[in-house]
């Protein structure tokens, strides 16, 4: 996969906070959405923790408008902020000092805060060895016989974290960060869910032999759809 798309700088965000707002946002929608939206926050200064919990929910709804779902959201980014501000005075680091499974803990203990929105701040913007699995994962996964249709977040993330574990914790990050990224990447690239583009797909030498020789198609072997909280693919 790298070698297709090169060593992809993710998560797009210019901060760890505004990676933090954006994995909120970015719940159920596509991230050209988010991106408006956060930029009505930058274009009004409030991209900052204080400033951001200052404003009245229905401010807050409006300037996010773009990102879709703006009243469940804006709830969602006060609850956020309410623990950032008034449990870590503002600051990140304390928000995501101590052990990781302690840190996602916290995380999923706000409203709105599910697995994959929890674990994509705590890989891009905490600093934590935290695998994000989301529906593009499950697909490929699902494709290539790695996992069955019914496999739950959990059981691919301890997949993941297993099976990647060969480098050392401080390239490891860097390694899962951009191997989520490319694992994105082939999903929206190539692992369609009703067309697969096998033949262009840098996976394919991966696929299980017999399929492969028999037929391109591997548009149904989609997993059951199953809506999340959190999920902006709605999978699992
Ligand atoms: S080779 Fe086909 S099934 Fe595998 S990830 Fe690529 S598009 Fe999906």
């Known amino acids: 996969m790298r ?25 159920n929608t596509s991230w050209t959405h988010v991106e408006r939206a956060i930029a009505n926050l930058k274009s009004v200064g409030v991209l900052e923790p204080g400033k951001l919990f200052a404003l009245p929910e229905t401010r807050l709804a409006e300037l996010i408008r773009p990102a879709g779902y703006f009243n469940v959201k804006a709830r969602r980014l006060r609850a956020f902020l309410r623990v950032l501000v008034e449990g870590c005075g503002g600051d990140l680091d304390r928000l995501f000092a101590g052990a990781t499974a302690k840190v996602r803990e916290r995380l999923l203990a706000i409203h709105g805060i599910g697995p994959e929105t929890a674990d994509s701040m705590l890989l891009y913007a905490g600093g934590h060895h935290s695998f994000v699995i989301d529906a593009y994962t499950k697909r490929i996964f699902f494709r290539h016989g790695w996992c069955q249709a019914n496999a739950d977040y959990d059981q691919l993330k301890r997949l993941c974290e297993a099976s990647l574990n060969r480098k050392a914790p401080p390239a490891r990050l860097d390694y899962w960060q951009d191997y989520h990224a490319q694992l994105v990447m082939v999903g929206k690239d190539f692992c369609r869910p009703r067309l697969p583009r096998c033949e262009q797909c840098p996976l394919r030498p991966l696929l299980p032999p017999p399929e492969r020789t028999d037929s391109q198609d591997y548009s149904h072997r989609r997993p059951p759809s199953h809506r999340s909280r959190d999920s902006k693919h709605a999978l699992f």
């Open 3 to 27: 070698a297709r798309h090169g060593h992809l700088g993710w998560w797009p965000g210019e901060t760890p906070f505004e990676v933090c707002v954006g994995a909120i946002l970015t719940q």
